[in-house]
């Protein structure tokens, strides 16, 4: 305390100088609008710059959880999408939804990724913890990805499209012709559509979407495009090269999909092959 009053004592000229200059200022500008207006801008200019620089930081700090947000809005707009009974070719929403929830969207992250070699698993960081089971489908917002094959408490082994062993019902998006989507273990970019009938109206670009046809994927989740295509030996049935929406090399966020009435499917198929 003595220290501050000896600085005062010593500097009292000059601070008696900046006390009255600040109050001279203050005073022009509270009796002239024109500096007033000035003052008034030129305050604005300097704290709005430091506000936006400190939001900018903690708009960086918050990244994480804004994207947790974003993900959870992902989760929705695709159980919309999905469980739509109105849902059309020419739009995803209508006036007026009624819905019949089949399936139910989780998010998760890829923790490991395996493209190349020819039976290619996935692991992913959500488990039996968070009721993730076998036979659940795994997306991404581009495509489809694999189908969850074992789990543990907060683990989860994916297999691959890019896998040798992998089939899944897979049609062209502008008609009901349907096939096994397959992969021949060459080139990750790419996967194969076998036992497509040769009535299908087949052409380059058309796109390839999941069938519904199972009980793991509902129908229309894209799968790719057609690359190249022909006729197999016998030419009955396509043999198409589908070129993937995914790069199956970069794959972080992911969407796991449950279908509620798998249960009640496998066992009437059971019976089935049973009888």
């Known amino acids: 305390m003595q220290q ?28 002239h609008s024109y500096h007033k207006s000035k003052f008034i801008n030129s305050a604005n200019f300097i704290t709005g710059g430091v506000y936006n620089s400190v939001n900018n930081i903690t708009g960086y700090f918050n990244l994480k959880s804004q994207n ?26 209508n006036d007026s939804l009624s819905f019949d929830k089949h399936f139910i ?14 039976d290619n698993i996935l692991l992913i960081d959500k488990g039996s913890k968070d009721s993730i089971k076998q036979d659940f489908g795994v997306i991404t917002s581009k495509g489809i990805l694999g189908v969850v094959n074992k789990t543990s408490k ?20 502008k008609s009901n012709h349907f ?37 793991i994927f509902p129908k229309g989740i894209p799968i ?28 972080e966020h992911v969407y796991t999909i449950k279908n509620i009435d798998i249960v009640e499917i496998n066992n009437l198929l059971n019976e089935n092959k049973n009888e």
């Open 224 to 251: 790719g495009t057609i690359e190249d295509f022909n006729l197999d030996d016998a030419e009955n049935f396509y043999e198409i090269k589908v070129k993937l929406f995914n790069d199956m090399t970069n794959i």
């Open 105 to 118: 969207f989780g998010s998760a992250k890829v923790i490991k990724n395996s493209y190349s070699s020819t």
């Open 154 to 173: 907060n683990f989860a082994n994916v297999i691959s499209i890019l896998n040798t062993n992998s089939q899944i019902s897979a049609q062209l998006k």
């Open 179 to 215: 096939g096994s989507l397959t992969w021949d273990g060459k080139n990750p970019a790419f996967v194969q559509l076998l036992d497509l009938g040769k009535i299908a109206p087949v052409e380059k670009g058309d796109t390839i979407v999941t069938s519904g046809r199972s009980s």
């Open 4 to 31: 501050i009053i000896n600085f005062i004592i010593r500097n009292k000229t000059f601070l008696l100088f900046l006390l009255l200059f600040v109050m001279s200022i203050l005073f022009t500008i509270q009796s």
């Open 68 to 93: 947790d947000i974003l993900v959870e809005e992902n989760n929705y707009l695709k159980s919309l999408l999905y469980n739509s009974e109105q849902q059309t070719d020419d739009s995803f929403f």
